[in-house]
């Protein structure tokens, strides 16, 4: 049996408990904190995300299953900080201007952390300009942006050409969701992906820059 099997199962059934204290037991022997990430807590979130996905597992299992992960993540975060372990890219995520939905963008927020990206959540109601200017702030990979709303979807649009305005556009991928959005739509105003819900989003993001 792996040595993260039962941090993986833990993660999966989200049980908290077992999940920190597994987390905390490999920390304590000096397992390898790059593997205690990717093997003990991404895989069993990929796992939950392509569940997720297919219709398997719900909003609530979901939640649970990243809340589980997020507190083993605190115990992991310190090492972040020395350096030796190594995340996926940096992901500036916000809800569009006029629109303060934010429970399928904070979903997104959770899968995202679980893969290993490093997210600066900008919240809700967020302009075009915000958007940018974050972006630079922190030398963003991706903008993923959230509409809930039919009316604040151009507020993608916006943030795109705002991109192109301030020069950034080729350094800076594009990535949007929510329940009105569509591929068809992210084609239209030029953005570079689109995924249906959370799980997808990782996948979606790990395809556009080039990681597996
Ligand atoms: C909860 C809710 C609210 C809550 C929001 C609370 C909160 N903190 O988010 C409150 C009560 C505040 C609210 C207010 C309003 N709402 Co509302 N709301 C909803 C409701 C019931 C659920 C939305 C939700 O959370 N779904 C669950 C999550 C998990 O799904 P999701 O958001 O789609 O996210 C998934 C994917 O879309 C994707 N995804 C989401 N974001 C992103 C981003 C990226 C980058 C990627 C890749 C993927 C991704 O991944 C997520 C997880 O899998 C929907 C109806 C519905 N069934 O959708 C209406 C709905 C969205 N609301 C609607 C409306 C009209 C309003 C109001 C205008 C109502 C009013 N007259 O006051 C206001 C607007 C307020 C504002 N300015 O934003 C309409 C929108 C119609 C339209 N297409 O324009 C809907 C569809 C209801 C309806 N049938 O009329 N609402």
């Known amino acids: 049996m792996s040595e993260f099997q039962a941090l993986v199962e833990a993660i999966i059934k989200a049980d908290i408990k ?24 991404i895989a069993p979130m990929d796992e939950v995300g392509q569940k997720f996905s297919k219709g398997q597992l719900f909003v609530p299992q979901m939640l649970r299953s990243a809340k589980s992960m997020q507190e083993c993540m605190n115990l992991i975060k310190p090492f972040f900080k020395e350096g030796n372990i190594s995340l996926k890219g940096k992901i500036v995520i916000g809800t569009v201007k006029g629109d303060l939905h934010d429970i399928g963008k904070n979903l997104v927020v959770m899968m995202m952390e679980g893969a290993g990206f490093t997210i600066s959540d900008l919240g809700v109601d967020i302009s075009s300009e915000i958007f940018v200017q974050k972006a630079k702030d922190v030398d963003a990979d991706i903008i993923a942006m959230s509409a809930l709303l039919s009316t604040t979807m151009p507020g993608m649009r916006d943030t795109i050409e705002a991109l192109k305005n301030a020069g950034i556009r080729d350094k800076v991928k594009v990535m949007i969701g929510g329940a009105p959005v569509s591929e068809n739509y992210a084609q239209q105003i030029g953005a570079d992906s689109y995924a249906p819900d959370a799980g997808s989003a990782v996948i979606a993001a790990k395809k556009i820059l080039g990681i597996s």
Do not use: H, I, N
């Open 18 to 41: 077992t999940a920190t204290s597994e987390t905390q037991r490999l920390l304590d022997k000096k397992v390898d904190v790059q593997e205690v990430l990717d093997k003990g807590l």
